[in-house]
């Protein structure tokens, strides 16, 4: 946590207060054009939303995404929940997962329905483009992240550290595991500076109404598969089957796929083709990977599926954040104000530098920089957001063209 020779210039500018339409129009703007994975749409989300809109400070936005490292679920879409949670209440939390989901399921259900005729486009030029856009991003989240959280060699070298275990450890436990390392570290051994208070969340969500989603969310988790031994419905397999995998999967994005493949699989409700060939869809789409669930419900094979599978998949699968979200941020935001939490905070958020700093290589950078050509393009797109301060919808758009040109040379 920033001390008061840390704190941001210009605290005042820091906006509070929105609606639902508003954040639905800012998600859904993001959702369009948030490629390359969990890790770089943390970038987009700090570019639009933090650096551009000041939703919150670099700080708040440090302390979102560490709590969502530590709740399972796809961590960016749990990181939007809680932006729009703070920006306009609980109407907030579901316009900002409406808005960034909705694009990429709409797309994968397309697929479902036989839109594959486009045929194989894991090789296209514009989606090459895309990858290489979302290296800047993510460079630019890391470079004004570390400014902000990481001023002096204490925690820079906690960044770096936090960078060098993830790179050893890379899994979503290992994350976790470095975060309650770095935090500890700082509560310990870093002196008690004086602290800033930090600004409040402004969440709307009452003590009572966060242990309710507490309480829902293990219930569920416990109550459906006994329920499903007991009643024989198909729409209850499938919402028990995808909720399960929602609650359990820590690390997101990528990791999902053996739970999901062993949810479907199995039992025929998807043949093995199906689900490599949505695989590779969802490759080319913007937004949560986890709305791959909505193909999975639209090709179940019997009823439900096609749309109606789609969104019990597609619902089932991320409630589970919802619930965590709204039960674990109140907590958060009440502990962050304490001194002995701030202190393990600086600490904690640093990590998440360091984190970041290894998602921009693997597998951000592997998967987009192959030759001098895409690390061009990526300069260059690194250039219009930092320096000319372009829109990062409109860098994407013109990293496709570039992508595609590329290719044809």
Same mark, same amino acid.
């Given at each position: 946590?920033?001390?008061?020779?840390?704190?941001?210039?210009?605290?005042?500018?820091?906006?509070?207060?929105?609606?639902? !339409?508003?954040?639905?129009?800012?998600?859904?703007?993001?959702?369009?054009?948030?490629?390359?994975?969990?890790?770089?749409?943390?970038?987009?989300?700090?570019?639009?939303?933090?650096?551009?809109?000041?939703?919150?400070?670099?700080?708040?936005?440090?302390?979102?995404?560490?709590?969502?490292?530590?709740?399972?679920?796809?961590?960016?879409?749990?990181?939007?929940?809680?932006?729009?949670?703070?920006?306009?209440?609980?109407?907030?939390?579901?316009?900002?997962?409406?808005?960034?989901?909705?694009?990429?399921?709409?797309?994968?259900?397309?697929?479902?329905?036989?839109?594959?005729?486009?045929?194989?486009?894991?090789?296209?030029?514009?989606?090459?483009?895309?990858?290489?856009?979302?290296?800047?991003?993510?460079?630019?989240?890391?470079?004004?992240?570390?400014?902000?959280?990481?001023?002096?060699?204490?925690?820079?070298?906690?960044?770096?550290?936090?960078?060098?275990?993830?790179?050893?450890?890379?899994?979503?436990?290992?994350?976790?595991?470095?975060?309650?390392?770095?935090?500890?570290?700082?509560?310990?051994?870093?002196?008690?500076?004086?602290?800033?208070?930090?600004?409040?969340?402004?969440?709307?969500?009452?003590?009572?109404?966060?242990?309710?989603?507490?309480?829902?969310?293990?219930?569920?988790?416990?109550?459906?598969?006994?329920?499903?031994?007991?009643?024989?419905?198909?729409?209850?397999?499938?919402?028990?089957?995808?909720?399960?995998?929602?609650?359990?999967?820590?690390?997101?994005?990528?990791?999902?796929?053996?739970?999901?493949?062993?949810?479907?699989?199995? +039992?025929?409700?998807?043949?093995?083709?199906?689900?490599?060939?949505?695989?590779?869809?969802?490759?080319?789409?913007?937004? +949560?990977?986890?709305?791959?669930?909505?193909?999975?419900?639209?090709?179940?094979?019997?009823?439900?599926?096609?749309?109606?599978?789609?969104?019990?998949?597609?619902?089932?699968?991320?409630? +589970?954040?919802?619930?965590?979200?709204?039960?674990?941020?109140? !907590?958060?935001?009440?502990?962050?104000?304490?001194?002995?939490?701030?202190?393990?905070?600086?600490?904690?958020?640093?990590?998440?530098?360091?984190? !970041?700093?290894?998602?921009?290589?693997?597998?951000?950078?592997?998967?987009?920089?192959?030759? +001098?050509?895409?690390?061009?393009?990526?300069?260059?797109?690194?250039?219009?957001?930092?320096?000319?301060?372009?829109?990062?919808?409109?860098?994407?758009?013109?990293?496709?063209?570039?992508?595609?040109?590329?290719?044809?040379?």
């Amino acid at each position: 946590m920033a001390s008061i020779e840390d704190a941001p210039e210009h605290d005042a500018e820091i906006r509070r207060g929105g609606s639902f !339409l508003e954040v639905l129009l800012v998600f859904l703007r993001l959702g369009l054009t948030s490629f390359g994975g969990p890790v770089a749409h943390l970038g987009y989300f700090r570019e639009e939303l933090i650096a551009r809109r000041k939703w919150v400070d670099d700080a708040s936005y440090a302390d979102i995404v560490a709590l969502c490292q530590f709740l399972p679920g796809p961590a960016s879409s749990q990181v939007g929940i809680a932006l729009g949670l703070s920006r306009a209440g609980l109407r907030g939390g579901l316009a900002a997962w409406l808005g960034f989901t909705l694009p990429s399921a709409i797309a994968m259900v397309a697929f479902a329905y036989g839109v594959a005729s486009w045929g194989d486009i894991s090789e296209a030029g514009w989606l090459a483009g895309l990858k290489i856009v979302a290296v800047a991003v993510v460079a630019l989240a890391v470079w004004g992240m570390a400014k902000s959280l990481t001023p002096d060699r204490t925690r820079a070298s906690i960044a770096i550290l936090a960078a060098i275990a993830v790179f050893a450890w890379p899994t979503g436990y290992g994350q976790v595991f470095v975060i309650l390392i770095a935090g500890a570290l700082s509560w310990r051994l870093m002196p008690r500076e004086q602290l800033l208070p930090p600004k409040p969340l402004n969440l709307g969500i009452s003590r009572r109404f966060a242990t309710a989603c507490a309480v829902l969310f293990v219930a569920l988790l416990a109550g459906l598969p006994i329920l499903r031994a007991v009643v024989e419905n198909q729409a209850l397999n499938i919402f028990d089957s995808f909720y399960r995998v929602g609650s359990l999967v820590f690390g997101g994005g990528h990791v999902v796929l053996p739970l999901l493949q062993g949810e479907v699989v199995p +039992p025929g409700w998807v043949t093995t083709e199906e689900f490599v060939a949505g695989y590779g869809a969802a490759q080319a789409v913007p937004g +949560p990977l986890f709305t791959f669930s909505a193909y999975l419900g639209a090709v179940l094979e019997g009823e439900p599926s096609g749309w109606l599978g789609a969104s019990i998949a597609l619902v089932a699968v991320f409630l +589970p954040s919802f619930l965590l979200v709204y039960a674990a941020l109140p !907590l958060w935001d009440r502990l962050r104000a304490r001194e002995d939490i701030q202190a393990a905070t600086r600490g904690i958020n640093a990590a998440v530098v360091g984190i !970041l700093v290894a998602a921009l290589y693997d597998p951000v950078w592997t998967s987009a920089i192959h030759r +001098p050509a895409d690390f061009g393009l990526g300069l260059a797109a690194f250039g219009l957001l930092a320096f000319w301060k372009w829109p990062p919808w409109l860098v994407v758009i013109l990293c496709a063209a570039g992508g595609v040109l590329i290719a044809e040379l």
